[in-house]
């Protein structure tokens, strides 16, 4: 196997692959091809982001990448992610097709193949699934303002840190706590944070207008298909405006964000 020396985010996503996949996997090999041809990964903590020739190719996936890492997550998302992360490795690889190999690689064997420690990072869902196969292919985005693939209306959300709708299609908000009836999700810029709410589809009228006050009580102004709210952070920990929004809710929720590390992480694919 040829492989060249990494920088340190380059040996986070290998790390990543590794564990995942195995050191001497079919998408390992195809990594180390990435990196020869000047491939320039680096991890969110919504997923993998691929730099080539100042274009931008990103990836989310339905499960943190620390539970992809250490097998936690249940098996249907454990499978699709994987399957997410190996179609878009190999779609990558097809877009860099024909590139010539950078400078500075060295021709090692696979036992001196060595993928360096990973310190931390978690989701987005998949699209087109069906029959077991997956649909991932790499979406160009501009770099100021990184889109992941999938991004889907709020009320069909189930999982944290999925990309959902604002009320136009270029806003883009994460989900912050979902239930089967009720999601949540934010967006930040700067100081500032929008909170979004709406109702999954289909819910019973009674359910509906009693989940609509609540959510009417806890600070949301109600539009009738959805919720927001917005606040200035300015001194203001992110995670306790949230928890006092959520917890005026009365709503429980199987699934929030409750820490600022993990809502500034929620961030970091934004900026």
């Known amino acids: 196997m040829l492989t060249m020396a990494l920088t340190d985010k380059q ?35 919504f997923g993998i982001k691929g730099t080539f020739n100042g274009k931008i190719y990103s990836i989310g996936l ?13 098996k249907a998302s454990l499978q699709t992610s994987k399957g997410l992360l190996s179609k878009y490795l190999s779609d990558l690889n097809k ?11 060295t021709k090692k064997t696979p036992s001196n193949l060595k993928f360096a420690d990973a310190a931390y990072p978690v989701t987005y869902p998949p699209t087109g699934l069906a029959g077991g196969e997956v649909e991932a292919k790499p979406t160009k985005v501009k770099p ?16 944290l840190g999925q990309q959902v709708y604002g009320t136009s299609s270029s806003s883009v908000y ?10 949540v999700a934010v967006k930040r810029d700067g100081t500032s944070m929008g909170c979004r709410v709406e109702l ?23 539009k009738g298909d959805y919720g927001s709210v917005h606040f200035n952070l300015v001194n203001l ?8 929004l959520l917890g005026g809710m009365n709503i429980k929720f199987d699934q929030q964000l409750t820490t600022d590390d993990e809502l500034n992480a929620l961030n970091k694919d934004e900026t």
């Open 11 to 45: 040996a986070e996503v290998a790390k990543i692959v590794g564990d995942v996949f195995g050191i001497y996997s079919s998408e390992a090999m195809v990594l180390d091809k990435l990196f020869k041809v000047g491939v320039d990964f680096e991890k969110s903590f």
């Open 62 to 74: 339905p499960l943190s990448i620390t539970a992809l890492q250490n097998g936690t997550g249940s």
């Open 95 to 105: 877009t860099v097709e024909g590139a010539p190999v950078v400078q500075g690689t």
């Open 144 to 159: 100021h303002n990184p889109v992941l693939p999938g991004v889907i209306k709020l009320r069909d959300a189930e999982v």
């Open 174 to 183: 994460r989900t912050v706590a979902v239930n089967p009836k009720v999601k």
């Open 200 to 222: 999954a589809p289909n819910l019973e009228y009674s359910d509906q207008e009693m989940l609509a006050k609540r959510i009417e009580n806890a600070g949301f102004n109600w």
């Open 237 to 244: 920990s992110a995670a306790r405006v949230l928890g006092a």
